[in-house]
C-alpha cells in the first residue's frame, strides 16, 4: 500500500488518465495469474483501464474528517485480491477539501515492490504534468517488461549458480526447526 498526500488543485479525470497510462506501460499491472494445469501462469491482458475510485470527505469537520480518511486506506489494504480476475493494482482518491487529496495505492506483492511503487509514482506524478497541457506521454515505453526480467533470472539461475544460491540458504537456515508451528485457523 501506499498513501500520497496530494496538496493544491488536482483533477480527478487526468490523474485517472495518468494512471491508465501507467498502466498500459506495465504489462505487470495488467496480469492475472492462472493455472493452466501445469502451475502458475501469467496472464497479461491487451488493455486495462482500472477506475479511479473517489470518495469525497469534504463535509466532514476536520478531526472526523481525518479519523474517516484513516479507515477507507485501512480496509482497502486488508481486502484480498483475486489473482485469477484482477486488477493487482487499486487506486482511491479521497477528496479531504478543494486543495487537500489522498490518493491510496494498493498494489499485490506479485507485481510491485518499494522500488517500484516509486517508479510508478514518479510515471504518474510526470504524466499528470503533461496531460493537461494536451500532448501525448512523455515518456519513453520501458525496454524491459517484468515477465522478461523473469525469464531472464529463471535462465541464469541454474547449475552452479543455483548451488550457490542455495547453498547460502542452507548454511543460514542450518538449525532451524523443520517445521513451522503456526495455528491453521
Not at 498494489?107 to 517508479?119: A, E, F, I, P, T
Not at 517484468?146 to 550457490?164: C, F, N, P
Amino acid at each position: 500500500p501506499s498513501a500520497l498526500r496530494l496538496r493544491g488543485p488536482l483533477d480527478p479525470r487526468t490523474l485517472e488518465r495518468a494512471l491508465h497510462e501507467t498502466v498500459r506501460r506495465h504489462e505487470v499491472l495488467r496480469t492475472t495469474l492462472d493455472d493452466l494445469g501445469g502451475g502458475p501462469v501469467q496472464v497479461v491482458h491487451p488493455a486495462w483501464a482500472p477506475a479511479l475510485a473517489v470518495a469525497d470527505l469534504s463535509g466532514l469537520g476536520g478531526d472526523a474528517r481525518e479519523a474517516e480518511a484513516q479507515r477507507p486506506p485501512a480496509a482497502e489494504v486488508a481486502r484480498p485480491f483475486d489473482l485469477r480476475r484482477g486488477p493487482l493494482l487499486r487506486t482511491t482518491l479521497l477528496r479531504l477539501g478543494a486543495e487537500d487529496h489522498v490518493l491510496l495505492a494498493v498494489m499485490h506483492h506479485v507485481g510491485s515492490d518499494g522500488w517500484s511503487l516509486g517508479v510508478l509514482s514518479g510515471e504518474v506524478a510526470a504524466l499528470y504534468e503533461a496531460f493537461p497541457r494536451g500532448g501525448p506521454s512523455p515518456l519513453p515505453e520501458p525496454p524491459v517488461q517484468y515477465a522478461d526480467y523473469a525469464a531472464w533470472q529463471r535462465g541464469w539461475l541454474t547449475g552452479d549458480v543455483l548451488e550457490a544460491q542455495l547453498g547460502w540458504w542452507r548454511e543460514r537456515l542450518a538449525g532451524a526447526p523443520p517445521v513451522l508451528e503456526i495455528p491453521t485457523d
